[in-house]
């Protein structure tokens, strides 16, 4: 894994100046104060080869179903371990889950889980996304939940060359990695074989995977998950472990820091750019809860109402 990148943003035209670069495929150090740009795309097409994903800066990349297992003082047991509990709650989401695609969510594993997951049940899956600014906007989020007192925000994008990928797919079994291939390069992508590479898999395995018939969160997303095997026990560890092996140097994090009325400035910028919350989460619940992240539009709004 490359070092971290640590990025302070004095004004928020900076920031979007380093998402455009970062999307077509290029990688920033300093030297000396000097920024020196590198392309980490290999000579292919810029825009089919990275993937991203926005977080708090202090934060792994860990999957929802580790970060829950941690926080109820769950260690792997003999008798127990994080993909068991994993299978209680898919069970038990099956039995209660009745919306109209309820055949295909007990069908189809893979979309059960990424449903699971964008309704905030603990799963495996860990989100990435083809656009940098959605990764974005997610990160900016997780800067804008930081305490009050911190005056200095701080938060984090993580990018991957999937490049990675293809090469973690070769150390599959020949049997696994047919039947993978086959999945990503035709319309089988059934359940049968998602078992087979993930769920019943206990040699260590992370793959790109998306359901084939995708929900309408994912899709305006421009999303994908990073599905591990039930042979990993830390997705970061484990991840960060193929990319030494395989010399690829394809993980790169890049850290942001900025004031809280940065922070602000981008999320409203964000907002008029029709991402946020209740664009990238359709319904009543992504509508709550964006309005907590564009407070100064309703004051302005207040302002233009109260003082015409």
């Known amino acids: 894994m490359n070092k971290d990148m640590n990025i302070y943003i004095w004004e928020y035209d900076d920031f979007f100046r380093y998402l ?5 495929g290029e990688m920033v150090k300093f030297d000396g104060g000097k920024e020196e740009w590198f392309n980490i795309n290999s000579g292919k097409s810029r825009y089919d080869r990275l993937i991203f994903r926005g977080q708090g800066a202090g934060w792994k990349l860990e999957n929802t179903l580790e970060r829950a297992c941690k926080k109820a003082g769950i260690e792997e047991s003999d008798n127990c371990d994080i993909y068991d509990i994993e299978n209680e709650i898919v069970r038990e989401f099956r039995r209660l889950y009745n919306g109209i695609d309820r055949d295909l969510v007990c069908q189809d594993t893979l979309y059960c889980l990424s449903l699971m997951r964008h309704y905030g049940a ?3 899956l ?4 083809y656009s940098v600014y959605v990764a974005a906007y997610f990160a900016l989020e997780c800067a804008n939940n930081m305490p009050c007192n ?9 990018c991957i060359n999937t490049e990675l990928f293809e090469k973690i797919d070769k150390k599959l079994h020949w049997y696994l990695l047919w039947r993978k291939i086959k999945r990503d390069t035709t319309d089988a992508r059934d359940d049968v074989s998602f078992k087979e590479i993930y769920i019943n898999n ?8 998306n359901p084939i018939k995708v929900h309408e969160r994912l899709h305006l997303q421009h999303g994908l998950f990073l599905c591990p095997s039930s042979g990993i026990n830390s997705f970061h560890d484990s991840l960060v472990k193929f990319d030494e092996d395989e010399k690829t140097n394809a993980i790169y994090k890049i850290q942001f820091s900025m004031t809280e009325d940065i922070v602000q400035s981008m999320l409203e910028e964000f907002r008029r750019m029709n991402i946020s919350r209740e664009s990238l989460f359709p319904g009543l619940d992504g509508f709550a809860l964006s309005t907590n992240y564009h407070i100064l539009h309703y004051k302005r709004q207040f302002e233009s109402r109260t003082n015409p």
């Open 126 to 129: 860990i989100d990435f996304d």
């Open 150 to 158: 911190n005056r200095i925000r701080s938060c984090a994008i993580w």
């Open 122 to 124: 603990p799963t495996r």
């Open 202 to 209: 206990n040699r260590p395995f992370i793959g790109r995977e």
């Open 20 to 24: 455009l670069r970062f999307q077509r």
